[in-house]
């Protein structure tokens, strides 16, 4: 299986400014100083070895989309944010985009969320078919308004494709694209969905916009089943504890460490951070990540010298095997 992220941003689309590509700029050509640098592939070598992520990358600005190819015919994709229309867009330039079924499931509505529907592409080509999934009951209805006056300049009935609406609920299994998918309601202001996909070879969580709060540290929740010995975990966090626990507590999201501890119970083997805060930058996001090694690396110690059944000793956990930011345009295959 493989999961491409399209769109990795939370709550709103943002793009680099002039000075901050500037900067990047500036501060590869003085890492470059003195290094011996005369042809493309010695420089672009030493870009993708040499440079920190911060400086000869980006972790993008679109909203949340995730495509999992499972090896079927049809597309499988989680969230239309504006990362949507960037696939739209790749799929239309590799011309594969006439003819498809594309299954679009939806976490909820908040407009990071679905922002991107309007402008996928595949969808005002005829003969396509876009199969929306969602557990909120008014999917359709909703998807209809985000393109009414005086919002949008077209309706929804412009798109050329058939559209069809399926609404799930917790404990349903859905099968489709060669795979098994089961659904688990969370925490959020007006609620999302977080979605498991068990597929031949390889099982992922999408779980986006979800708080974690106290009940989280309980033996029996939930979501510590439902993510058990997933390949890959992505996880919506784009706050620290601090934040997490004070200013920024009831917002609807999940800190790094909450993160860490979840995947680490639930014995998952990648957890993908997903879901940024917009007013962080490559910098924050970079050491953003460094910090969440850093607690993985201590919280292995710390389980490490607790001996097990006496009072307060962690339960049983396997700490995941890798632990990074999700980025636009990251794939990662299992
Ligand atoms: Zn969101
Ligand atoms: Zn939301």
Redesign the pocket.
């Known amino acids: 299986m493989k999961v491409h992220f399209k769109g990795t941003r939370?709550?709103i689309p943002i793009a680099p400014t002039a000075t901050e590509v500037q900067e990047k700029v500036v501060a590869s050509l003085l890492a470059a100083r003195g290094k011996d640098l005369r042809s493309e592939r010695q420089i672009r070598e030493f870009v993708e070895k040499s440079l920190p992520f911060r400086h000869s990358s980006t972790f993008g600005g679109n909203t949340p989309c995730v495509h999992l190819e499972t090896g079927s015919e049809d597309y499988l994709i989680f969230d239309g944010g504006s990362g949507l229309r960037v696939l739209g867009k790749e799929l239309m330039d590799s011309g594969s985009a006439s003819g498809k079924t594309f299954h679009i499931f939806l976490?909820?509505f908040?407009y990071?969320?679905i922002q991107g529907i309007p402008f996928f592409a595949p969808a005002y080509v005829p003969g396509n078919k876009i199969v929306f999934h969602a557990a909120h009951k008014n999917l359709r209805e909703t998807l209809i308004d985000q393109m009414k006056e005086p919002y949008f300049p077209i309706d929804f009935d412009t798109f050329q494709c058939e559209t069809t609406f399926e609404v799930h609920a917790p404990g349903d299994v859905i099968e489709t694209c060669n795979c098994e998918i089961r659904l688990i309601e969370q925490d959020?202001?007006?609620v999302?969905f977080g979605y498991r996909v068990d597929g031949e070879d390889a099982s992922v969580v999408y779980s986006?916009?979800a708080e974690h709060k106290n009940q989280a540290h309980c033996k029996d929740y939930p979501f510590i089943d439902f993510i058990r010995d997933a390949n890959l975990l992505i996880f919506d966090a784009p706050y620290t504890h601090s934040q997490s626990m004070g200013i920024r507590e009831h917002w609807?999201h999940s800190s790094n460490i909450m993160g860490v501890e979840l995947a680490a119970r639930g014995e998952v083997e990648t957890l993908a951070i997903f879901h940024h805060d917009p007013g962080s930058s490559d910098e924050e996001i970079e050491d953003f990540l460094a910090h969440t090694k850093k607690f993985l690396e201590r919280s292995k110690i710390a389980v490490k010298e607790t001996k097990s059944g006496i009072p307060g000793a962690p339960s049983p956990r396997s700490n995941p095997q890798k632990v990074l930011m999700a980025y636009d345009g990251l794939t990662l295959s299992f």
Request: proline content about 7%; glycine content about 22%; hydrophobic content about 0%.
């Open positions: 939370g709550s976490s909820h908040h990071d969320h959020h202001p007006g999302s986006t916009d609807g």
